[in-house]
């Protein structure tokens, strides 16, 4: 992936005539986001740049810079749940190699994508339990470089989350954030799920379909 992603935003931000604050309130947004998020060189939530980008006539694919063969496969393997304000137990989970189901989606990925479903509201509004997140197999960024950022993450224990990443104080851990449950805290990170896209709840209905994930899964509360 070309990282270079602030001066393709700012090059077709120019190319449409906008200026940082007029984009911002277009999104509806506060007037000095784009400022802020451009000064940082760090992609805010999906669902806010998603915002912004659309208003810019592109895809978050493209300011990315991901390289997407227009023939690629618009199917993803769904790895089992992923926790928010529900924990994920691991040694009840049985998902093979290629997945428990493919998930159909309208439009073509980045190769080596998965999905989750999510389990539980401390992430709400943005991320409602039965979401589908897409996200990357591989780690592809420091896990540093996430501090601020929703994202799934799997937990050297072998629990899985869908939560916000922040510093903790011990060496080589994390605190885990969620808007409405208690935090996790100075836990070690064993992956980190870089968000591609997230599809509402019932959007896709081959996850709910029946005999599906939920009788290979066991949860509890988190």
Same mark, same amino acid.
């Given at each position: 992936?070309?990282?270079?992603?602030?001066?393709?935003?700012?090059?077709?931000?120019?190319?449409?005539?906008?200026?940082?604050?007029?984009?911002?309130?277009?999104?509806?947004?506060?007037?000095?986001?784009?400022?802020?998020?451009?000064?940082?060189?760090?992609?805010?939530?999906?669902?806010?740049?998603?915002?912004?980008?659309?208003?810019?006539?592109?895809?978050?694919?493209?300011?990315?810079?991901?390289?997407?063969?227009?023939?690629?496969?618009?199917?993803?393997? @769904?790895?089992?749940?992923?926790?928010?304000? !529900?924990? $994920?137990?691991?040694? *009840?989970?049985?998902? &093979?190699?290629?997945? #428990?189901?493919?998930?159909?989606?309208?439009?073509?990925?980045?190769?080596?994508?998965?999905?989750?479903?999510?389990?539980?509201?401390?992430?709400?509004?943005?991320?409602?339990?039965?979401?589908?997140?897409?996200?990357?197999?591989?780690?592809?960024?420091?896990?540093?470089?996430?501090?601020?950022?929703?994202?799934?993450?799997?937990?050297?224990?072998?629990?899985?989350?869908?939560?916000?990443?922040?510093?903790?104080?011990?060496?080589?851990?994390?605190?885990?954030?969620?808007?409405?449950? @208690?935090?996790?805290?100075?836990?070690?990170? !064993?992956? $980190?799920?870089?968000? *591609?896209?997230?599809? &509402?709840?019932?959007? #896709?209905?081959?996850?709910?379909?029946?005999?599906?994930?939920?009788?290979?899964?066991?949860?509890?509360?988190?």
């Amino acid at each position: 992936m070309n990282n270079e992603w602030d001066a393709r935003f700012r090059e077709r931000m120019e190319a449409q005539g906008h200026t940082m604050k007029s984009l911002s309130l277009a999104a509806g947004l506060n007037e000095s986001f784009v400022r802020d998020m451009l000064q940082r060189g760090r992609r805010p939530s999906l669902d806010k740049f998603s915002r912004l980008v659309a208003i810019l006539g592109t895809t978050v694919a493209e300011i990315m810079g991901e390289d997407i063969p227009a023939d690629s496969p618009r199917m993803v393997p @769904l790895m089992g749940f992923v926790g928010a304000g !529900a924990e $994920v137990e691991p040694d *009840f989970e049985q998902v &093979p190699e290629d997945g #428990l189901e493919q998930i159909p989606v309208p439009f073509a990925l980045p190769a080596d994508m998965i999905a989750f479903q999510v389990r539980g509201s401390s992430m709400l509004p943005q991320f409602r339990d039965g979401a589908v997140l897409i996200v990357y197999r591989e780690q592809r960024r420091s896990i540093e470089s996430f501090y601020g950022e929703e994202a799934a993450v799997r937990t050297s224990d072998g629990r899985r989350f869908i939560k916000t990443i922040l510093r903790a104080n011990q060496k080589d851990r994390v605190n885990l954030m969620s808007w409405n449950a @208690l935090p996790i805290e100075n836990v070690h990170l !064993a992956w $980190v799920g870089e968000i *591609f896209t997230v599809f &509402p709840p019932k959007s #896709l209905h081959r996850v709910a379909k029946q005999g599906g994930i939920q009788g290979n899964l066991g949860l509890k509360s988190a």
